[in-house]
């Protein structure tokens, strides 16, 4: 019994108590440590007035109007708050230069009707109130805008109508009533009451007419100055280009030969000897004579035994090619410098364009104006319709994006193709004269039907760039045209007007120069300048750089190859030189 009580005491658990020490020599006593914490002890009274402070302030702080990323969200009133703040150390009214979009701070854009505005104007000036656009309320004064039910100027009430109807009939019926009792003398002198009553349509009426004295000699003299200087406005109209006195200096021996012969009548043996072409290897003959740049050059059409030259020293020169190599006769009736230059098919007269708005028409061999046009713009590119029956027809591409068309007989603008989005630069006929190309500032080709101011082809890619200067193949299937991005692209001239991606001519560096681009005349050279003073021949087929010269010191800016000579080239530059190559 002893044994089985001790074991059922063995087997309760007892009560831990510290106090006692265990009794067995082999267990070792328990070590409590104290507890630690690493956090820091934290008063939650402050710690919940602190977090409602940091809202607070966060509710009622503003916004920097610099700032993109905001770590909370505001409210409605702090995105719209006012921007105010401390006075800025380099602004006074305490806005940065940054933040202005008016001398005197920011100022919110607001988009309001023109109708509108006007209408709340003129209503706070006759009524003293007027809508606040911002809010659905009115400003001013509230008292009137109640007693007259928030009317504006626009909108009279019903009643406001009806009464004043009633007033104008009551006055109608009065004047008809006292019309047979009214003195005629006194109706026909203004300076009564009778003839103002009768007369109150009048904007003064109610006022007395003043009547006018005796004018002054001075009063007088400007009366006529007036009249004279409307007269001349409304009698012929205005020349529109800078007016100049056209001149013209003959430099030759004679103008006319012992035979009789004209000075621009070409050599009975001037015709093509080869109609193989060869390029250019040595200099021939260089004119000198332009005081500044040259920017065009055209040769005799045909024969080629005169060239001419237009000048940015407001000239324009003729020179002799085959026989003395001189100066013939300079042309001088532009103020300002010469753009273009276009001989007609028989060479008899040409058309010259300049910076002073003017396009004059020549006669070759006499040297006199015989027509000038001007639309008040200027022009970049003059060019005749190359049909014989058409000769009458002058085409100017302008800086106002318009292709101008007169006929020179009647000196009337006859047609306007007005679709390009930038100065028009170039005009080709192609198709037998029954189309043209024109290229413009706006990076496009349009193709026009002549006569018909409608684009029949409109050619505009993201990689084009501007060309100022186009040439058409003398098989006339082919465009050539001076790209801005120093490269010749060439076009068909078939219905579709399509790139042709296997023919590019590049190497030479025109970016910024309207260099002018050509063709031999049996088509297997392409030629162009440059802007270094280069002058550059690629073989057509091939597409491979033939030769380059070193012509002028500067742009060469236009060359062209001469029409009978087979291996002869002109070109001019920037310097003020012509040069000839054989």
Not at 135 to 140: D, I, K, L, T
């Amino acid at each position: 019994m002893d044994l089985l009580q001790s074991y059922v005491e063995e087997d309760e658990p007892r009560p831990s108590t510290t106090s006692e020490p265990d009794p067995s020599p082999d267990s070792s006593p328990i070590r409590t440590l104290p507890a630690k914490s690493a956090a820091p002890k934290v008063d939650d009274t402050m710690l919940s007035l602190t977090v409602s402070g940091q809202a607070h302030s966060l509710a009622h702080k503003p916004i920097d109007p610099t700032q993109h990323l905001v770590s909370f969200n505001p409210t409605y009133e702090q995105l719209w708050a006012p921007i105010v703040g401390p006075s800025h150390p380099y602004a006074k009214d305490g806005l940065a230069q940054g933040l202005r979009n008016h001398k005197l701070g920011f100022v919110e854009n607001a988009n309001i009707e023109s109708f509108a505005f006007d209408e709340q104007y003129n209503t706070f000036y006759k009524f003293g109130y007027a809508a606040d656009p911002s809010q659905n309320s009115y400003v001013g004064d509230v008292e009137g805008f109640q007693k007259n039910d928030g009317i504006s100027v626009y909108n009279i009430p019903q009643r406001e109508q009806k009464k004043r109807k009633l007033e104008k009939k009551k006055e109608t019926l009065e004047e008809s009533e006292g019309d047979g009792e009214l003195d005629k003398e006194e109706v026909e002198n203004p300076a009564t009451e009778t003839w103002l009553m009768k007369n109150r349509k009048s904007p003064w009426s109610g006022k007395k007419d003043w009547v006018q004295e005796e004018l002054t000699e001075e009063q007088k003299k400007y009366a006529e100055e007036h009249a004279k200087k409307k007269g001349e406005k409304e009698g012929g109209e205005r020349e529109k280009g800078e007016a100049h006195a056209d001149k013209t200096t003959f430099h030759g021996k004679e103008e006319k030969d012992y035979q009789g012969r004209s000075w621009i009548a070409p050599p009975k043996d001037a015709k093509a000897s080869n109609d193989h072409c060869y390029i250019p290897k040595r200099l021939v003959h260089t004119w000198t004579g332009h005081t500044k740049g040259v920017s065009a050059i055209r040769f005799f059409p045909k024969h080629g035994h005169l060239i001419l030259s237009a000048g940015m020293d407001t000239k324009v020169k003729i020179w002799d090619v085959f026989n003395s190599g001189k100066c013939m006769r300079t042309y001088m009736g532009h103020t300002k410098a010469v753009r273009d230059i276009w001989f007609s098919n028989d060479g008899s007269k040409f058309l010259s364009a300049g910076y002073d708005k003017n396009i004059k028409y020549w006669d070759t061999e006499t040297g006199q104006v015989i027509s000038a046009f001007s639309t008040g713009k200027i022009p970049y590119v003059v060019r005749l319709n190359p049909d014989e029956d058409k000769q009458n027809v002058l085409l100017a591409g302008m800086s106002d994006k318009k292709i101008v068309q007169w006929d020179i007989n009647s000196g009337q603008i006859t047609q306007e193709y007005d679709q390009h989005l930038g100065a028009v630069n170039t005009i080709t006929f192609v198709d037998n004269n029954r189309r043209f190309v024109t290229s413009s500032d706006d990076k496009s080709l349009r193709v026009w039907e002549y006569g018909i101011p409608v684009v029949i082809k409109y050619i505009s890619e993201p990689h084009m760039h501007s060309m100022p200067s186009i040439s058409l193949h003398p098989n006339s299937n082919w465009l050539a045209c001076q790209s801005l991005d120093n490269q010749i692209l060439i076009y068909s001239t078939r219905e579709r007007f399509q790139l042709n991606k296997k023919k590019r001519f590049a190497g030479h560096i025109v970016a910024g120069y309207a260099c002018q681009v050509n063709f031999s005349p049996d088509g297997r050279f392409v030629m162009s300048g440059d802007g270094e003073g280069r002058c550059w021949f690629w073989d057509w087929k091939s597409c491979k750089v033939f030769r380059t010269l070193k012509c002028h010191d500067g742009v060469c800016i236009g060359s062209e190859w001469h029409p009978l000579e087979q291996s002869k080239v002109a070109t001019c530059g920037w310097d003020g030189l012509i040069k000839y190559w054989d």
